[in-house]
């Protein structure tokens, strides 16, 4: 990944806009009016940028695909993701291929499988269908475990994919390599083409969302798409990007230290402790100088989170902007505001997370 991609560097959107033009990203504004009820992590670009999803969406039908990677709890970072596939679901029609990276996830980390597979459902299946993921229309699947009669066109078409790329191609994406990198990577090419096979109802449009570090990815499925051109007659594979949501203390937002994320199945207690001692704010040393110079809110934690999911009124989030730049707003005052929403929605999403068991198994069934 180039240094200069550095989502949450700053909040200044062209400034953003500009990275992505600069790897032939195209900026998501563009596609922004073809929408009738865009998302909001897409009216307030945390939604940034696309490849040729303009084609996807002008297509009658397409799909959604992406793959995930069991790690631990399933935070707000994780959400956001979850967000977007279940607005394609639901708004715009979407087919949507979820798929377990734990071959991935077994190789890379060491990870154990039983282990990595009981992560996938307890914390990110579950979380997906209480925040509103669908039976119906998805296709969710294991990368160990292609459904039964499904299984053979997904390897054969990433065995196949190996003869389409190169070693130093991979070397110049991934680094050393090794055998279990190889067999995730020529995987994930398949996750991302197989909708496109007949077997999976043939030709269409699929997009992948994706945080913008995941762009080379993208470009190594769309270079091997393009060399199966004669034989398969692929489409391109889209892409839509993303910004990272924030760590609690400013930094990354990382599965391995709880004191970094608000975990979906956090206690609403917990999450309200969290946030009051870890919170990175973006006000001044003392009352006076915040009431005089004002608070910078794209650094606030707290006010990120309710930019990006927790504050749905765009006049509200604008003038919680302004108060707080203008310093008639405090830290303080801004955690609380955060603390309410993220309880009420922690409440609720728990409740519906135990409901959700319900329908695991129509997820799992094939
Ligand atoms: N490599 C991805 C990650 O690190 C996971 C993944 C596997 C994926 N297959 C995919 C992402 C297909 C997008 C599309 O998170």
Same mark, same amino acid.
């Not at 996807?56 to 297509?59: R, T």
């Not at 066109?153 to 003869?163: E, I, Q, V």
């Given at each position: 990944m180039s240094k200069e991609i550095n989502p949450w560097g700053s909040d200044d959107v062209t400034d953003y806009e500009k990275t992505a033009k600069a790897f032939g990203i195209s900026p998501f504004s563009g596609v922004l009016k073809k929408l009738k009820n865009p998302h909001l992590l897409m009216r307030r670009c945390v939604v940034f940028g696309h490849r040729d999803f303009d084609k996807? +969406? =002008?297509?009658k039908d397409y799909a959604m695909m992406t793959g995930l990677m069991p790690s631990g709890k399933f935070h707000l970072g994780h959400k956001i993701l979850a967000d977007q596939i279940i607005y394609h679901q639901k708004e715009l029609g979407a087919k949507i291929f979820l798929c377990v990276a734990d071959v991935e996830a077994y190789n890379m980390r060491l990870a154990d499988m039983k282990k990595l597979r009981e992560t996938a459902i307890e914390e990110y299946l579950l979380n997906y269908i209480a925040l509103g993921l669908e039976p119906k229309n998805c296709d969710f699947y294991f990368q160990s475990d292609r459904s039964k009669e499904r299984a053979?066109?997904?390897?054969?078409?990433?065995?196949?994919?190996?003869?389409?790329?190169?070693?130093?191609? +991979? =070397?110049?994406?991934?680094?050393d390599l090794s055998p279990g990198k190889i067999m995730s990577v020529m995987l994930q090419v398949s996750d991302i083409l197989h909708p496109q096979l007949k077997e999976f109802g043939g030709n269409k449009n699929v997009v992948v969302p994706v945080g913008i570090d995941q762009d080379p990815h993208i470009r190594l499925s769309r270079d091997i798409a393009a060399r199966f051109q004669k034989e398969l007659?692929?489409?391109?594979?889209?892409?839509?990007?993303?910004?990272?949501?924030?760590?609690?203390?400013?930094?990354?937002m990382s599965s391995s230290d709880p004191y970094s994320y608000i975990a979906l199945t956090d206690d609403p207690k917990e999450a309200k402790k969290k946030i009051n001692k870890y919170a990175f704010s973006g006000g001044r040393e003392t009352i006076e100088e915040h009431r005089k110079h004002g608070g910078n809110p794209d650094i606030d934690v707290s006010f990120q989170y309710l930019f990006t999911q927790f504050e749905p009124d765009d006049r509200k989030i604008e003038k919680l902007r302004d108060d707080y730049k203008s310093g008639a707003l405090l830290t303080g005052e801004l955690k609380q505001i955060l603390i309410e929403k993220l309880t009420a929605f922690l409440e609720d999403h728990q409740k519906k997370r135990e409901i959700a068991r319900k329908k695991v198994d129509r997820f799992l069934a094939e």
């Open positions: 996807v +969406l =002008a297509s053979s066109p997904y390897y054969r078409l990433a065995s196949m994919a190996a003869k389409k790329v190169t070693m130093n191609e +991979l =070397a110049a994406i991934y680094g007659g692929f489409a391109l594979p889209g892409a839509t990007y993303h910004r990272f949501i924030k760590g609690l203390k400013g930094g990354k």
